[in-house]
């Protein structure tokens, strides 16, 4: 029987939107350890769901006995690759140095430095920061035909608005990348983005150009919403991995509220479950949607990839409190303060307002009459307790998770409270 190759289980996952030549492509990969290398531009304080992509394929390419080079930009950042959406704002060489360490940090989390075929960290400030102009433009710009570049689709649908010539050279840069780690390195496949192919297949022809080697490449599509639209935009901004940037709470959130049809999809990308377990999952969703079983899968495996196995199990025992199925008072306080404040919180300082009065406040309640019916009816509760007294004021005593009241009307409404003072 032949092993596997690792590109089969790729475009079973559908993460192959385009690639060099295949057959020489499945060959190099079935051919043993493959040197290969993604990288990732520090144009943001932390990395984000379509960085994850990578960051699991390059996962993916390294169990299979592949060897990975993860290289951060701290060059390239300072630039920026072009966008449709119009120029780049350029950051400044402490930011771009700052940025670069987080991202540096982030990334060593997802795949293995120790073994045979351990990956390897790269900045390509280190080869790009003493190259002069004149050697730049000798011995990498005269490999680019400027039609070739005017014809890169984000380059032609910013020649009407405009588009500098800092961005307009980015491509050379990030070229540059693949022929010097092929150079140095031995590094012969480069991975990324379908949004990032021109740059990618522009250094491979520059490693053709140059040295007369082939080197490989391919890219994985972009992740968009069952109308088309990108994911990994919420209200507050992108699918951040950094914890600081976005709860894990609300990244669970998002995970675990992914549309139906897109859960097949999104466990293939980025989980690491044998096919039949990810296909059982794909025929729950369809078959019994309401359970929403692959959501939780996904929620549960990518939460704990990207923030740990602990900070899952605090993010479902808050989920449980909340709906009544825990106790408050044994919840972590900033998983607990995290939920609250996603699903909608408000601050009281000094002294409490009745429960009546809270309803109001947090928006469970339309009005005052409405909340006295709700408590009449047995809906209101306060930390997990029936309210029955439409009188009553909660106490400094009360509150949960250093200085939370947690208010619930019926089943799955909540809201909290945050007091201070007293």
């Known amino acids: 029987m032949s092993t596997p190759n690792v590109l089969d289980d790729l475009e079973w996952r559908g993460l192959i939107a385009h690639s060099t030549d295949r057959d020489a492509l499945r060959d190099a990969l079935g051919g043993g350890s493959v040197r290969f290398y993604v990288g990732f531009d520090p144009t943001a304080p932390s990395l984000h769901m379509g960085n994850l992509v990578q960051l699991v394929t390059a996962r993916r390419l390294q169990d299979a006995g592949h060897t990975p080079y993860i290289l951060v930009g701290g060059a390239t950042g300072m630039i ?38 351990a990956a390897t960290l790269v900045n ?32 032609r649908r910013r020649l009407e608005s405009g588009i500098s010539y800092t961005e307009f050279s980015y491509v050379l840069l990030q ?26 297949t522009g250094g491979a022809e520059l490693v053709r150009r140059v040295t007369g080697e082939q080197a490989h490449a391919f890219a994985t599509p972009l992740i968009t919403k069952a109308d088309g639209t990108k994911y990994g935009k919420t209200e507050g901004g992108a699918l951040w991995l950094d914890a600081e940037m976005m709860s894990p709470y609300a990244f669970y959130q998002f995970w675990l509220n992914v549309e139906d049809v897109k859960v097949g999809e999104l466990l293939r990308i980025f989980s690491t479950r044998p096919h039949e377990e990810i296909e059982d999952l794909e025929k ?12 939780r899968a996904l929620a549960d495996e990518i939460t704990t990839l990207v923030h740990g196995a602990r900070e899952t199990e605090a993010i479902r025992a808050a989920s449980a409190a909340l709906f009544g199925g825990g106790e408050l008072v044994d919840l972590d306080g900033a998983t607990l303060g995290a939920a609250l404040r996603e699903a909608g919180s408000v601050e009281v300082a000094g002294e409490i307002p009745t429960v009546v009065d809270l309803l109001v ?19 209101a509760y306060l930390n997990n307790a029936r309210v029955t007294d439409p009188e009553l004021t909660p106490s400094h005593d009360d509150l949960v998770a250093g200085g939370w009241l947690v208010l619930r009307r019926g089943k799955k409404r909540f809201a909290g409270v945050a007091v201070s003072g007293g």
């Open 80 to 117: 920026g690759d072009p966008r449709d959406s119009g120029e780049r704002t350029l950051n400044t060489a402490e930011t771009v140095a700052e940025w670069t360490e987080k991202v540096r940090r982030q990334v060593s989390g997802f795949v293995s430095f120790e073994g045979d075929n």
């Open 124 to 155: 390509n400030h280190d080869w790009t920061a003493g190259l002069s102009v004149i050697d730049f433009l000798r011995d990498i710009g005269k490999h680019f035909p400027v039609n070739r570049m005017l014809a890169r689709d984000t380059v």
């Open 175 to 200: 070229s540059m990348d693949f022929l010097h780690l092929f150079r140095e390195h031995g590094v012969t496949l480069q991975h990324g983005g379908s949004d990032q192919w021109g740059n990618i």
């Open 284 to 295: 729950q969703t369809a078959e019994k949607p309401f359970l929403r079983a692959g959501q």
């Open 361 to 379: 406040l947090t928006g469970l309640a339309q009005s005052k009459g409405e909340a006295r019916r709700t408590i009449g009816e047995g809906g």
